[in-house]
């Protein structure tokens, strides 16, 4: 069945980037997705990308998507401490109307 | 605002109890789904449903059971609670658009079966 993987811990100095990447197995995903979860909290959707595209900004957020290796990123610039939290990795089922996450990766910004 | 919302937050139970989770959402969407999420297990499917009537198992089903009698809700019943069932349990809907397929998140059931 379909797969995705991340890291499951990045650390991080305040102001520096970040970068949280993931990978996934099933080349007919059309939507691929980026969740932040804060201590205690739901998901929310941070931003998601169509296949079609190699790249996404959105203020300090960009996502990049290489289809040919199914490899997902997604860069923090000027990462704070308020950017402390777990980032899920999910891609739509290919048209099943359902997401697969990945584990999340643990994202600490330190001073 | 329209939302989704879970109840109740938090629930200490013994084993063998049957217990149910809440799942409300008034976005009028037909998807709705619900997941478990453990410590490097990330987030698992229990169940999900499609629409009223309609419910189908998750990589996780076993000792759980769902019902959807209308559109807004979706509740998550543990037939005879188990340790193992101990986890945060989080409901979501999407839109059935033929679009993106956003899921939005309560705010989450921490369960504890003792």
């Known amino acids: 069945g379909e797969d995705v993987e991340q890291s499951l811990f990045l650390s991080v100095r305040e102001g520096d980037s970040s970068v949280i990447n993931c990978t996934y197995t099933d080349s007919s995903s059309t939507y691929l997705y980026w969740y932040k979860q804060e201590p205690g909290a739901g998901l929310q959707l941070l931003t998601y990308?169509?296949?079609?595209?190699d790249m996404k900004q959105d203020q300090r957020l960009t996502v990049l998507l290489n289809k040919k290796d199914k490899h997902l990123s997604l860069r923090i610039a000027d990462t704070q401490t308020g950017d402390s939290a777990i980032y899920f990795c999910a891609v739509d089922s290919g048209g099943y109307n359902k997401l697969i996450f990945g584990a999340g990766t643990r994202l600490a910004v330190h001073p | 605002d329209a939302e989704i919302t879970q109840s109740p937050r938090h629930k200490i139970t013994e084993t063998g109890r049957q217990v149910t989770l809440a799942c409300h959402q008034t976005w009028n969407h037909n998807n709705m789904f619900w997941y478990r999420q453990d410590l490097g297990h990330g987030l698992r499917l229990i169940h999900y449903?499609?629409?009223?009537?309609?419910?189908n198992k998750g990589e996780v089903s076993d000792g759980y059971s769902v019902s959807r009698s209308n559109t807004e809700d979706l509740p998550l019943t543990l037939e005879s609670a188990a340790s193992s069932q101990t986890s945060v349990y989080f409901c979501?809907?999407?839109?059935?658009?033929?679009?993106?397929?956003?899921?939005?998140f309560g705010p989450g059931t921490r369960l504890l079966v003792l």
């Open positions: 979501a809907s999407s839109e059935t658009s033929g679009g993106d397929e956003t899921q939005y």
């Open positions: 990308i169509f296949s079609n595209m």
């Open positions: 449903s499609y629409g009223v009537h309609d419910t």
